[in-house]
Every structure is written in structure tokens, then in C-alpha cells.
């Protein structure tokens, strides 16, 4: 079992940024890909973004290319979302999840084994 504790979330304005922290517990994240997904209310879960194991390919969801970088840091069990030039549209729930499929940089949410509880990020206008 993986255990997955997100921080980092808040309160900013439109053009800020915002650093979100994964850590897990239970055991080692190199065995995993790694995934970050946001859900709004009312709506589906989102893919963001996704590394791989070794901190090598990324995927990263268009909405938020070019301003949103995931970092994975495997010897302290951790996974970072660096979040820049923050919209409106950016507020949700984020959550970390890890998978067991290697590489495939899923954007299916059933494709992840598990799931923290998420950080609520929030953008005003």
C-alpha cells in the first residue's frame, strides 16, 4: 500500500503561483508513475500532469503546459507540482496519484492504484 499526503494548496491571485508537495508513505514512489489530477465542482477529475518513474518523460495537460512543471524526488519519497501565472480556472481540488503502469502517462483516472486525499487550490480573479 502507498499512502499519499498532498500540501501546499490555498488562496492566491490570478498570476501568482503555487508549490504543491506529494509525500508518500508505505512504500518507495520509484516503483511508481506518478500523476497529478485537479477536479472543480461539478465536474470530472482532470489529468494535469504525469512523470515517469525516474524522474525522466513528462506529460503535461495543455491547459496548463507551459506554466505548470511536475518534479519527482524519489530518495524523499516525494512529488511536486510548481505551479506559475495561476487563472481562474486553475481553482479545484489536486490530487497525487501513483500508478503501477510504467510510461504510459495515463489520463484515465481508474489507471491509478492510489490517491491522496488533495489540496484544495483556489484562484481569484
Known amino acids: 500500500q502507498v499512502q499519499l499526503v498532498e500540501s501546499g494548496g490555498g488562496l492566491v491571485q490570478a498570476g501568482g503561483s503555487l508549490r504543491l508537495s506529494c509525500a508518500a508513505s508505505?512504500?518507495?514512489?520509484?516503483?511508481?508513475?506518478m500523476g497529478w489530477f485537479r477536479q472543480a465542482p461539478g465536474k470530472e477529475r482532470e489529468f494535469v500532469t504525469a512523470?515517469?518513474?525516474?524522474?525522466?518523460?513528462?506529460s503535461v495537460a495543455d491547459s496548463v503546459k507551459g506554466r505548470f512543471t511536475v518534479s519527482r524526488d524519489n530518495a524523499k519519497n516525494t512529488v511536486s507540482l510548481q505551479m506559475t501565472s495561476l487563472k481562474p480556472e486553475d481553482t479545484g481540488l489536486y490530487y497525487c496519484a501513483a500508478t503501477s503502469l510504467r510510461s504510459r502517462f495515463s489520463r484515465d483516472p481508474q489507471d491509478y492504484n492510489y490517491w491522496g486525499q488533495g489540496t484544495q487550490v483556489t484562484v481569484s480573479s
Open positions: 512523470i515517469s518513474q525516474q524522474s525522466g518523460p513528462t
Open positions: 508505505g512504500r518507495s514512489l520509484s516503483n511508481y508513475d
